[in-house]
DNA sequence: CACAAAATGCAATATCATTGCAAAAAAGGA
DNA sequence: TCCTTTTTTGCAATGATATTGCATTTTGTG
């Protein structure tokens, strides 16, 4: 599915910054932060980005990647993915080396019981930190 | 042990923001974030408290508490931990009610091949969120 | 093409993070 | 205990990050 159809899918309408972003956020292997995303074109506002990413976020195109760092990168949802609902229920990978991270779909979240020691456990995040293939060949 | 004990064990002086710092953290049940130490005491640096937090997770009396929020949070650490050796191998639970983040020792971080599609995993990072007891309660 | 609704970009503001440097405090020896 | 050396602290300055209100521009719809 292309930058248009997504928007389409999701009720949105298809101005320039949502294509050119959602174009990126297709294309590219890892997670993108905030200035990932604005040193990938030359001139883009960046309250524009903050708004852009929490309406994908809120409609379920793109999820937020933690990964350990304090700067909040987010990738593409999986297909099931909506408003509201998200199912990105799988790990990620963050380069120590050169910083980047991607999504380990193949890696489940662990299971948690439900209630543990009196807390209720709703979310799961996992996260794994290493060096990446990238940075391994070198 | 208490806060000069610790500070002798690790060679460090023993002055009197790291004294109260660290009984700060020996009497805190959940993990601290830079600006909950610095409310918690009238004046206190926060450039020093930036040093003073680093100098503790160098020597292995703190450890950071990854917990999605974008502000690194930090506990004590466990007895094992020594300088540049941390074996503060648990999930951390992180409140959305209160925004308070706990240690949980007795969830084991998952254990995760060494190498995984050509990536190299040195570290597991794993949070639970949800709702704490405190929160349950009200 | 024109109008209403939505999105954008600017101004202003607040928080967070880091470095260099001078003053103050702690450690160690006499 | 006092003095000297070393370490730590706190201030000044700077830069990155994040968020809100509002006027302008763009998009969608008839």
Do not use: W
Request: aromatic share 6%; charged share 25%; proline share 2%.
């Amino acid at each position: 599915m292309n930058s248009i159809q997504i928007l389409e899918q999701s009720g949105l309408s298809k101005t320039e910054v949502r294509k050119k972003v959602l174009a990126l956020f297709i294309e590219s292997q890892s997670a993108l932060s905030l200035s990932d995303i604005e040193s990938a074109f030359s001139k883009i506002d960046r309250i524009t980005l903050y708004r852009t990413l929490k309406t994908f976020e809120t409609k379920g195109i793109i999820h937020k990647a933690v990964d350990g760092t304090n700067h909040p990168k987010y990738a593409m949802c999986e297909a099931s993915c909506s408003e509201h609902k998200h199912h990105d229920n799988h790990a990620h990978f963050h380069c120590l080396s050169c910083g980047k991270t991607v999504c380990f779909e193949q890696v489940a979240n662990p299971s948690i019981p439900e209630v543990l020691n009196g807390y209720t456990v709703e979310e799961t995040t996992l996260i794994l930190s290493g060096t990446c293939k990238d940075c391994l060949e070198e």
